[in-house]
């Protein structure tokens, strides 16, 4: 009955751009009202990537069939990608990092945080060349650091690692790069710190490159970074679905972790990491969850570095229910 998607989503215009579309097609997709024996469809965009083994595990463990769920699990092209695809209607819930929900939901799109998947830990590293004399945050001024997006999660922490460092964000030079070329780019010269993530990560460690801090410790350990949202008018119209894919994906998170054999058999079947790349990635830390006090804090941070305008008031984005 249920079903793992082969195509990516097909909607992957820059997430404003989708803005005036997305909000008059908002809701128009398969939706999961459509039962089947009893069970209701629903379609989930997931980042094939080791976090997402939730999505799958959920799947394949017969975890939302449990819930009397029928899903489609479509991947999808990354979290910011993935909302103007979620708000056209190509999904009815999907994955995506924290930032990229709350910068759109200041910027209008109608958005309800569902369930969490991973909080920031050990799977997140920032990484330098084997002979750099870069040891700590503080070293790291007048240099140039990779991330994947200046409007990520990613750089939140490092403005607040550099502010307990006694630095000024502008006193690094933060450029995006895709996580594939910043290893090369590394190697280069052509910058000095990359901000890895599982399998990213492993890949660095194993090209010799040195980890000099993890990027969630320190002031941003522990730090949400990302989950599964859905539109307003999906939540309002199926709560009951939206409560069951919370639970099933809060139980997938719970059996996977610390589990690390389970990872290795799961991860290499919806993604192109080998088994023995899976065997050396640090395991990330599941929770289904919504942690709001943190989640606030997160926003309220994307607001002091002027990633967003206004204050947003987390607790107004979350679906109910939510358990």
């Given at each position: 009955m249920s079903r793992i998607g082969t195509r990516p989503g097909t909607v992957l215009v820059p997430l404003f751009a989708a803005l005036t579309l997305g909000l008059t097609a908002c809701g128009e997709g398969t939706?999961?009202?459509?039962?089947e024996e009893g069970f209701t469809?629903?379609?989930?965009?997931?980042?094939?990537?080791?976090?997402?083994?939730?999505?799958?595990h959920a799947e394949q463990a017969g975890l939302f069939e449990a819930e009397d769920l029928d899903p489609e699990l479509v991947p999808t092209s990354g979290g910011a990608a993935a909302i103007p695809a979620l708000v056209s209607g190509d999904f009815d819930i999907t994955y995506t990092n924290y930032?990229?929900?709350?910068?759109?939901?200041?910027?209008?799109?109608?958005?309800?945080?569902?369930?969490?998947?991973?909080?920031?830990?050990?799977?997140?590293?920032?990484?330098?060349?084997a002979d750099s004399e870069l040891r700590a945050p503080a070293d790291l001024a007048g240099k140039t650091v990779a991330v994947n997006n200046l409007q990520n999660i990613g750089t939140v922490a490092f403005y607040e690692h550099l502010g307990a460092a006694g630095l000024d964000p502008r006193d690094v030079d933060l450029v995006?790069?895709?996580?594939?070329?910043?290893?090369?780019?590394?190697?280069r010269g052509e910058v000095?710190?990359?901000?890895?993530?599982?399998?990213?990560?492993?890949?660095?460690?194993?090209?010799?490159?040195?980890?000099?801090?993890?990027?969630?410790?320190g002031p941003v350990e522990?730090?949400?970074?990302?989950?599964?949202?859905?539109?307003?008018?999906?939540?309002?119209?199926?709560?009951?679905?939206?409560?069951?894919?919370?639970?099933?994906?809060?139980?997938?998170?719970?059996?996977l972790q610390d589990d690390q054999e389970q990872l290795v058999e799961l991860v290499p079947t919806y993604t192109q990491v080998s088994a023995?790349?899976?065997?050396?990635?640090?395991?990330?830390?599941?929770?289904?969850?919504?942690?709001?006090?943190?989640?606030?804090?997160?926003?309220?941070?994307?607001?002091?570095?002027?990633?967003?305008g206004d204050r947003l008031d987390v607790a107004d984005l979350v679906a109910e229910p939510v358990r």
């Open positions: 939706g999961a009202s459509a039962e469809a629903v379609r989930i965009g997931y980042f094939p990537l080791v976090h997402t083994a939730t999505a799958v930032t990229s929900a709350l910068l759109a939901a200041e910027k209008g799109l109608p958005l309800q945080l569902v369930a969490g998947n991973d909080v920031g830990a050990t799977d997140h590293g920032v990484f330098v060349a995006e790069m895709p996580y594939p070329d910043m290893s090369a780019a590394l190697e000095d710190a990359v901000w890895q993530v599982e399998p990213f990560q492993a890949m660095a460690e194993q090209a010799g490159h040195r980890k000099i801090f993890d990027l969630f410790s522990e730090m949400p970074v990302a989950g599964w949202v859905t539109t307003q008018e999906f939540a309002e119209q199926n709560p009951e679905t939206v409560a069951a894919f919370a639970r099933a994906i809060t139980a997938s998170g719970e059996e023995e790349l899976a065997q050396d990635v640090e395991m990330p830390v599941f929770q289904g969850g919504l942690d709001l006090e943190k989640l606030q804090r997160t926003a309220d941070l994307m607001q002091q570095h002027g990633i967003t």
